[in-house]
């Protein structure tokens, strides 16, 4: 009686803490809309929330100063594509950019250097990307922690299927080349936007459906590795995984910038529901929660960010484009994914058995869709002028041949910052992934000496 005893209360404690705290999953902030709350409202959200980070995509001081009366939260921010010249070109003129875009760096985590540089940004500003982020680099205070990358589209990899055969484009090896050897001197991760969304879209089978949206299926596995998959998030960062593998850059770890599902759409938005959107994030978070891994990295969540927070109204493109908020304008929920401290959600967001018999994914597949999607969401275009909104009521410049990502990402709308890091051991997220480690080995040792 006293084991499960203390087995329950152990568990209700690891409960609460999954409710408090997830250092793991982050969301996106985009601002391409002319009716968002007010900045400090949405600070007040996130603390109900058990997000630990928040991805920008401008360095709105209003947003960042509301985030900072939250010390819970970490900020990735951004430079926006057309400000990578001006940063590239000097060490003074990357050391300016930052005291003026970023006057504290108290509650930033991590810079990302553009978004989607490689697949849209042209030859030019993609020949400029790791100058400008060794520039930034040496700008930073030589105490601080912040981490310095780049975000990228799916289509880096042209190779993708099995996931054990996942390599990177060699059209891009001159400069993504150089930017692995950076993100592993400097202990900085590959940010990737994966969306089964996008892959779904290409295959609207029912059992690709269901493989999308972690729901339970025959799974699939690679014939090369032998092992199985279970859901296309795994299938595609795991692709990631062993295109870095191959490159010999196994240390680099892997962090998903952005993935979501639309709760709606027009007629060329298959899939686009709110239960299909409920089902993909309330399942990834719960993957996430349960600490499971990736069949090629076991036991290790990805970070992660959701998109999005809020729907944006003045994305150009598919009505889908516009419809991936988690929460409505009037700060609640657009569906329960179990992301509330209260921990209100009422489903459980089980990741799906691994049923038999299982399907093979052979070297290469026809029949079975890619891990990685084949279409660039129009959101994700990243356009390469600067270009500010410093109203969110004006609506994005026309130069954008965009999608919905990409405008954010272009300068339109860049992360920004808090005040000088005086944490010597880290942001609050960093100290909470220790906290949690020391939580889990108590736990663990408890056990040992009851059961």
Not at 100 to 112: A, N, R, V
Not at 177 to 192: E, K, V
Not at 348 to 373: D, K, R, Y
Request: with cysteine; charged share 10%.
């Amino acid at each position: 009686m006293m084991k499960r005893q203390l087995v329950a209360i152990l568990g209700f404690y690891i409960s609460l803490h999954f409710a408090a705290s997830q250092p793991f999953l982050g969301v996106n902030y985009g601002q391409v809309a002319d009716n968002l709350p007010p900045p400090s409202a949405t600070s007040r959200l996130l603390a109900s929330t058990t997000f630990q980070k928040l991805r920008l995509y401008d360095t709105n001081q209003d947003i960042i100063s509301a985030v900072e009366t939250n010390p819970s939260i970490s900020l990735l921010v951004g430079v926006a594509n057309g400000d990578i010249p001006l940063l590239a070109s000097s060490p003074s003129s990357a050391a300016s950019w930052l005291s003026s875009h970023l006057p504290s760096l108290k509650s930033i985590y991590s810079i990302s250097v553009g978004n989607e540089v490689l697949s849209f940004a042209g030859a030019s500003i993609s020949s400029q990307l790791v100058p400008a982020m060794e520039n930034l680099l040496s700008a930073l205070p030589p105490s601080s922690n912040i981490k310095i990358s780049t975000v990228h589209a799916m289509d880096i990899l042209s190779q993708s299927d099995p996931p054990s055969a996942g390599a990177f484009h060699t059209e891009y090896s001159t400069y993504l080349d150089p930017l692995l050897a950076f993100l592993n001197r400097t202990g900085s991760p590959l940010m990737i936007n994966p969306y089964p969304y996008f892959a779904y879209t290409s295959d609207t089978r029912p059992e690709t459906l269901a493989f999308c949206l972690f729901q339970p299926n025959p799974g699939r596995v690679d014939g090369n590795s032998g092992l199985t998959y279970m859901n296309m998030f795994d299938a595609q960062v795991d692709a990631v995984r062993a295109a870095l593998d191959a490159k010999g850059f196994t240390n680099v770890d892997i962090l998903v910038a952005e993935t979501g599902w639309p709760h709606s759409g027009d007629a060329n938005d298959p899939g686009a529901t709110p239960e299909n959107a409920r089902e993909y994030n309330g399942n990834l978070v719960a993957h996430l929660r349960s600490l499971a891994g990736t069949p090629r990295v076991p036991g290790k969540s990805v970070e992660t960010y959701l998109f999005a927070l809020y729907d944006e109204d003045l994305k150009p493109g598919a009505a889908s484009e516009r419809s991936f908020g988690l929460f409505s304008l009037n700060l609640t929920e657009n569906y329960d994914a179990g992301l509330l401290k209260n921990g209100s959600s009422s489903t459980n967001f089980a990741p799906a058995p691994a049923p038999s018999p299982s399907i093979s994914i052979p070297e290469t597949s026809a029949s079975a869709p890619a891990p990685v999607q084949t279409q660039t969401p129009s959101s994700q275009v990243a356009p390469t002028q600067s270009t500010t909104i410093s109203n969110p009521s004006i609506s994005p410049s026309s130069g954008c041949s965009v999608s919905v990502r990409g405008i954010e990402a272009n300068g339109t709308i860049q992360p920004a910052t808090g005040t000088d890091c005086q944490l010597p051991t880290g942001t609050a997220s960093d100290l909470s992934v220790k906290r949690f480690s020391i939580f889990i080995f108590i736990c663990h040792y408890v056990l040992s000496l009851y059961l």
